[in-house]
């Protein structure tokens, strides 16, 4: 706040004049870390990080954080980079370069084991995926056979979780997929799922060599495919 003297006769006014705050600029030191630490929120977080979202949460300028995010997006947009640093949905994420995610498929292929699926545990992998949340009676429901034995390797597997219970009679447990679920699929998230015959082509890897596909089962919805599999 400036202090300012006018005289008028023999009168005197004195005036407070706000002086402009301006944000000193930051040193290269840290303008180096704010950078770092904004890189590492990326890569920790599983949503799409806002640039509010940041600064907000570190505390930082938004005009700051959008200049270092703005940087970032350069930099990882390198060809000699294998992920890219993108906005999506509002928001900042670090993710493979959709040219690597092919090689990138066959490198985690080859890293372990395949998965091993029966047809009845990948039709009912495939009914929770593209119905979930959903509970063991609407899994029965629609593929028309028991299946609690299916629902068990599957959660041994990793491949789904429990999400709560539906408030109906009964309070049945209602089923999603989990992480690993899109790990073995080579998925970055659920808005990436495929159409139903993308999904059984990226699965016939998961199936033992002793099972067959049904053709009906690759271009029929899941209530229509679980009417024709009542014997699995």
């Known amino acids: 706040m400036e202090e300012v003297e006018q005289h008028s006769g023999d009168d005197q006014e004195t005036l407070f004049v706000a002086e402009a705050v301006t944000e000193p600029p930051p040193t290269p030191e840290a303008a180096a870390d704010l950078k ?44 000699d980079r294998g992920l890219s640093v993108r906005e999506i949905a509002g928001g900042y994420k670090m993710a493979t370069k959709p040219e690597h995610h092919e090689a990138i498929r066959r490198f985690v292929k080859n890293l372990q ?17 593209y119905k979930q949340p959903i509970t063991a009676p609407e899994i029965m429901d629609i593929r028309g056979v028991q299946g609690a034995g299916v629902l068990k390797t599957l959660l041994d597997r ?10 109906v009679l009964g309070k049945p447990i209602m089923y999603k997929t989990t992480r690993e679920f899109l790990l073995q699929f080579g998925l970055g998230s659920l808005a990436e799922l495929p159409t139903l015959k993308e999904f059984e082509e990226l699965s016939r890897f998961a199936l033992s060599d002793s099972e067959e596909m049904p053709a009906a089962t690759a271009e029929q919805p899941p209530e229509a495919a679980g009417s024709e599999s009542s014997n699995a």
Request: zero cysteines; hydrophobic letters at 55%; a negative charge.
């Open 158 to 167: 990793k491949l789904i979780a429990t999400a709560g219970r539906k408030n």
């Open 36 to 79: 770092a630490v904004i890189e590492a929120a990326i890569y920790i977080t599983d949503e799409p990080l806002a640039a509010e979202q940041i600064a907000a949460a570190l505390e930082q300028p938004l005009d700051r954080v959008k200049e270092v995010l703005a940087q970032l997006v350069a930099e990882y947009s390198a060809p």
């Open 113 to 129: 084991p395949p998965l091993k699926l029966s047809l009845a545990a990948l039709e009912t992998l495939a009914v929770i995926a």
